[in-house]
C-alpha cells in the first residue's frame, strides 16, 4: 500500500513538472511581446500601441479611445519604474471578446504614483504571433 502511495506521489510530480515545463515554453514568446508592448507604453508610444495591437483591439475600439485610456492611465498613475512578472495563464473567454485561447500576462507594476499596480496583458495569436489583445494597469 505505501508502495502504490509513493509511485502516485511521483506519478503527480512528473505531471506537474511536464505541464509547468510546457507552459512554460508555451508562454515565453507571449511574456516577451507582453513586455515589449509595455515598453512601448512606457515610451508613450499609445498610438504605435494600438497598430502594433491585435485586430480584435482595433476591432473593440477606436484609436483615439485606446490613447486616451493609456494616457489617462499615464497621467493618474505615472511611468512605471519597475515590473515584475507575477502570472501567465490561460484562459478561453475574456469579457467583451470572443472565445479563443488567451493568454494573461500578469505584472507587479511600481509607478511614480502607485506602489502596487497590477498591469494585465491579454494576448492571443494571430497570424502565428503574439499580439495584444487588451490592456489595463489598475
Known amino acids: 500500500m505505501k508502495k502504490i502511495g509513493i509511485a502516485a506521489s511521483m ?7 511536464a505541464t ?3 507552459a512554460g515554453l508555451f508562454s ?8 515589449e508592448f ?9 498610438e504605435a500601441t494600438y497598430t502594433q495591437a491585435s485586430t480584435l483591439v482595433r476591432l473593440s475600439r477606436d484609436q483615439q479611445e485606446w490613447s486616451q485610456t493609456i494616457n489617462r492611465s499615464y497621467a493618474l498613475l505615472g511611468p512605471v519604474q519597475e515590473r515584475t512578472l507575477v502570472a501567465v ?3 478561453q473567454t475574456f469579457p467583451k471578446l470572443p472565445d479563443r485561447d488567451y493568454l494573461i500576462v500578469q505584472f507587479n507594476a511600481q509607478t511614480v504614483h502607485k506602489s502596487q499596480a497590477a498591469e494585465v496583458i491579454l494576448m492571443h495569436q494571430e497570424g502565428g504571433d503574439w499580439l495584444v489583445a487588451d490592456y489595463s494597469i489598475r
Open 11 to 17: 506519478a503527480l510530480c512528473l505531471i506537474l513538472i
Open 20 to 22: 509547468t515545463a510546457s
Open 38 to 46: 509595455a515598453q512601448m507604453i512606457d515610451s508613450r508610444k499609445a
Open 28 to 35: 515565453e514568446p507571449a511574456v516577451t511581446k507582453a513586455r
Open 89 to 91: 495563464r490561460s484562459v
